[in-house]
């Protein structure tokens, strides 16, 4: 190993200590900037660990139960302050140093507590928030419960943000059930036997003090007095009808293949019969009065036809008589006299679905009845008509019809009858005459099956010629034009004899203005010999 002179060793002591002089200013200017930027206990995070806070309100704020914010005042030695709530229907914001408090809807029924904290270092203070319940909210799917004569069993739903609820009503007639858990109420009414209407109400009460928060109006109508039939006549059928009927208290009386009759629970109309037929042509139905009385009386009689009218039957086509405002083809009669037996007779025309051909004039046939017999084989001598009943003219004396035949004719002409009157001194008079035809279209239209509905160009052939329609007879089915100017009664009927493959059309004409029996369910001798041919 190399030795060093004391010149050298000298040389590196100037040096070391030279470079130590160095070496300390630099380093201590190192550690003044390192201690610059280090923390210290009596710098800024020190002032932060001993900040202090101080708010404008404290303890517990309240707030209403809808949605809303509300400020704070926030004072901090340290100047920088956070907030924050971990209830999530609480928002709690630092807005410029002002403290911003907002609360959501509260939709439950029932008070809620929540808090918001306010930091500054290790530094926090509390506030509790505590919102008021919601405001108990009721809702019913009606507001108002129709009930009929008979009341029932009804159930209504009850939409409500609370569950402690009840429901009840102060009228004897009304029972309530309250079912929270099922969101709805169940509300027997019972019968009434006025004729007057009633109110109830039902009272909906909320929580422990029974604060009422919603109400149901019960509307109770009184004993049926006047009533109407089934009014849907133009899609009805029998089960509709009888449906109809026994819903409000009916009960069937009887029943035919056309007609059947309910028992109501109306005073004034007890009774009510339908005419629907087979194919579902709903064209009649007659309401029997209990007494003529109920049709005629002065006060009776103006308080059914205001029922008639509220019932929508504004349209006055005479005294007793009227139409529907809103369904032209409907019509009633007030009938308070016919066949002992006073009632209303609803009728419905169905529209004819096309035009029909009818005939060129009225076939009257035989119309001067003052000539009697022999004007009878006068007439038929000059239209081709031979006698098939009786056999001979020396039965004529001891039968009570005539009947002709001839070879089919103009609108498929297909005989003529004659009946007869014998008096107590012996004189025979004509009573009435009847023609068959059997292109029935010239007449009458059919409407679902049913073929006996006269056409609208036949109406007006009659009345051109001086033929006023005047009803319907629902008993013998035929429909009864009168002439006053000409002293005559004519009926026109769509029929079809037993056993007899084609129907005919029936026109029947007997002097005076009133109808002479039409009636075709007995079995005549010109049925007989209609069979026979």
């Keep these: 190993m190399k030795s060093f002179s004391n010149y050298e060793l000298l040389k590196w002591q100037r040096l070391l200590h030279s470079h130590y002089k160095r070496l300390s200013t630099w380093a201590f200017v190192a550690c003044l900037c390192s201690l610059l930027v280090m923390p210290s206990c009596t710098s800024e995070g020190y002032m932060d660990e001993l900040a202090t806070i101080e708010l404008s309100e404290s303890g ?279 066949k002992n037996t006073p009632h209303l007779l609803f009728t419905y025309t169905p529209k004819q679905s096309k035009a029909y051909p009818t005939f060129d004039e009225l076939p009257l046939g035989f119309t001067d009845f003052h000539l009697g017999v022999e004007g009878v084989k006068a007439y038929e001598a000059a239209h081709g008509g031979e006698m098939i009943y009786p056999y001979s003219d020396d039965e004529i004396e001891s039968v009570d019809e005539m009947e002709f035949e001839c070879e089919p004719g103009k609108y498929g002409a297909d005989g003529r009858l004659y009946f007869l009157h014998k008096d107590k001194d012996g004189n025979i008079t004509i009573e009435r005459t009847r023609q068959f035809f059997t292109q029935t279209e010239r007449a009458c239209w059919n409407y679902k099956g049913y073929n006996n509905l006269l056409t609208e160009e036949f109406k007006a052939l009659a009345k051109q010629e001086g033929f006023e329609f005047v009803e319907y007879n629902i008993l013998e089915q035929v429909y009864v034009f009168i002439s006053k100017e000409r002293n005559l009664t004519m009926a026109v009927q769509w029929f079809k004899f037993f056993g007899d493959p084609k129907p005919v059309l029936v026109v029947q004409v007997n002097p005076g203005t009133r109808l002479v029996s039409h009636s075709l369910s007995v079995e005549s001798n010109q049925q007989k010999c209609r069979k026979n041919r």
């Design 60 to 338: 517990i704020l309240s707030f209403e139960n809808h949605s809303s914010s509300h400020d704070v005042q926030v004072q901090s030695t340290s100047g920088a302050w956070q907030c924050y709530s971990l209830n999530p229907w609480i928002t709690a914001k630092n807005r410029d140093g002002v403290l911003e408090i907002s609360v959501k809807d509260n939709l439950q029924p029932k008070e809620r507590r929540g808090s918001v904290v306010v930091k500054s270092g290790k530094s926090q203070k509390q506030l509790t928030i505590i919102q008021a319940k919601a405001t108990p909210k009721v809702e019913t799917s009606l507001e108002e419960l129709n009930v009929d004569q008979f009341g029932g069993l009804y159930s209504i739903d009850v939409i409500t943000n609370n569950d402690d609820w009840k429901a009840e009503s102060q009228e004897e007639w009304i029972e309530v059930t309250a079912l929270p858990s099922a969101y709805k109420m169940e509300v027997k009414v019972q019968p009434t036997r006025s004729r007057e209407p009633r109110v109830g109400k039902i009272l909906i009460s909320m929580g422990a003090d029974e604060t009422v928060a919603h109400e149901v109006s019960v509307v109770q109508s009184g004993i049926s007095y006047f009533l109407l039939p089934y009014m849907n006549f133009e899609s009805a059928t029998r089960q509709d009808i009888q449906a109809f009927e026994e819903k409000r208290g009916g009960t069937i009386e009887f029943t035919h293949e056309r007609f059947f009759d309910f028992t109501t629970t109306s005073v004034a109309f007890p009774r009510v019969s339908y005419t629907i037929y087979e194919g579902g042509a709903y064209l009649y139905a007659q309401l029997d009065a209990s007494s003529t009385r109920i049709l005629t009386g002065p006060s009776e009689r103006q308080q059914l036809v205001e029922f008639l009218n509220q019932s929508g039957f504004t349209v006055e086509l005479g005294e007793n008589h009227f139409q529907h405002a809103e369904m032209s083809n409907l019509e009633v009669e007030i009938k308070p006299y016919f």
